[in-house]
């Protein structure tokens, strides 16, 4: 089964500047889907990115990008020019392409807490 | 578009009183799937449609649990009889093969 660990809990950045959430996963598929989705106070899940474990290039998204290590199946959030609208609870995510059973859950990590500060 | 939408956003209700939550997925999508969130547990997939079938439901907590989905425009997720630990939000998200979009989710209270 595969699973998703988020090892930070609680993350804080200065406004405009940089901060990096990571996510390790573990699976013994070649092919899946990675994605970070962001919860802000309102709940809503919001994806923000998402990148396609055959792709060698890290997907970008304008102040948000990921560095994916395959061989070290980590997964880890860049986001740059922090605002105070960024402060949410961050979730990694995991999607097989397997077909039968749950293809196409998301088994989600514990999530990180990032605090904005002003 | 709208995105996924779920009725109602918010839902007070008493032990053992019948509870449904309602979901329109994304128009197009052909997956659905029922989430539970708590503080304890996190995210938690309760059941999984494709093309309106039912796929996964082994994460349902127990009979009083039940979900449908008639055709690609609704689902409904039914708790009956309700009890408080029953409390927490409940999500609908819908996708298609690259991403799943969620609802608003439905904070749902027991008491």
């Known amino acids: 089964a595969q699973t998703v660990t988020q090892s930070q809990p609680e993350m804080s950045v200065q406004e405009a500047e940089t901060v990096t959430l990571s996510c390790t996963y573990d699976t013994s598929e070649s092919d899946y889907y990675l994605f970070w989705y962001k919860q802000p106070p309102s709940r809503q899940m919001i994806l923000v990115i998402r990148q396609e474990a055959y792709k060698q290039q890290n997907a970008t998204e304008n102040r948000f990008s990921v560095n994916f290590q395959k061989a070290a199946k980590s997964f880890s959030l860049k986001i740059s020019d922090s605002q105070l609208g960024d402060a949410a609870m961050y979730f990694c995510a995991y999607r097989s392409l397997n077909y039968g059973g749950s293809q196409g859950n998301l088994i989600f990590g514990k999530g990180t807490k990032l605090s904005v500060k002003p | 578009d709208a995105g996924v939408i779920q009725s109602p956003r918010h839902e007070v209700t008493e032990m053992g009183q019948e509870v449904t939550l309602r979901c329109k997925p994304i128009?197009?999508?052909?997956?659905l799937f029922w989430y539970r969130q708590t503080m304890m547990r996190g995210l938690e997939l309760l059941i999984y449609?494709?093309?309106?079938?039912?796929?996964?439901d082994s994460g349902m907590p127990e009979d009083r649990f039940s979900a449908k989905m008639p055709n690609a425009s609704f689902s409904t997720l039914k708790i009956q009889p309700s009890e408080p630990r029953d409390s927490a939000v409940y999500f609908c998200?819908?996708?298609?093969?690259?991403?799943?979009?969620f609802g608003p989710g439905t904070r749902l209270l027991v008491l």
């Open positions: 449609f494709n093309n309106n079938v039912p796929i996964d």
């Open positions: 998200a819908s996708g298609g093969n690259r991403a799943k979009y």
């Open positions: 128009s197009g999508h052909n997956s």
